[in-house]
């Protein structure tokens, strides 16, 4: 398992957790595109958002691997703001290559883009 050195291991200040610290030995848990609802919490909501901007400062426009990425909070994302850079896409692979749709990341957490040019 690839372990993204300098990637944020959570929120600041909250317990919403960005990065595991070890590979669990019964296998990655599979991504899964979670449904987000309108009346989600806004602190879940500032957590999606901090998590892409993290994403979006670490690796930009480039596929990256899943690695040690905490696959819940992937999950929050999958499907709209990161997808799958491989065909066949593998959700239980710590190998597995995603990337950021960034004209769809930009129009959901326009925050997370803040301060960086585009």
């Known amino acids: 398992m690839t372990k993204h050195r300098g990637f944020p291991g959570r929120m600041p ?14 296998g990655a848990t599979p991504l899964v595109a979670r449904e987000r609802y ?6 879940d909501r500032m957590a ?11 690796f ?3 596929p990256f691997e899943r690695g040690n990425l905490d696959a819940g909070r992937l999950s929050w994302l999958l499907g709209r ?4 850079a ?6 239980a692979d710590y190998e597995a290559m995603l990337r950021i749709d960034e004209p769809r990341a930009r129009a959901s957490f326009p925050e ?4 960086d040019g585009g």
């Open 13 to 26: 200040g909250t317990d919403f957790q960005f990065t595991l610290r070890r590979a669990n030995p019964k």
């Open 38 to 43: 309108r009346d989600r919490r806004p602190l």
């Open 48 to 58: 999606d958002s901090a998590f892409l901007a993290a994403l979006w400062e670490a």
């Open 60 to 62: 930009g426009a480039e």
């Open 81 to 84: 703001e990161v997808v799958p």
């Open 86 to 91: 491989d065909d066949p896409f593998d959700p």
């Open 112 to 115: 997370a883009f803040e301060g």
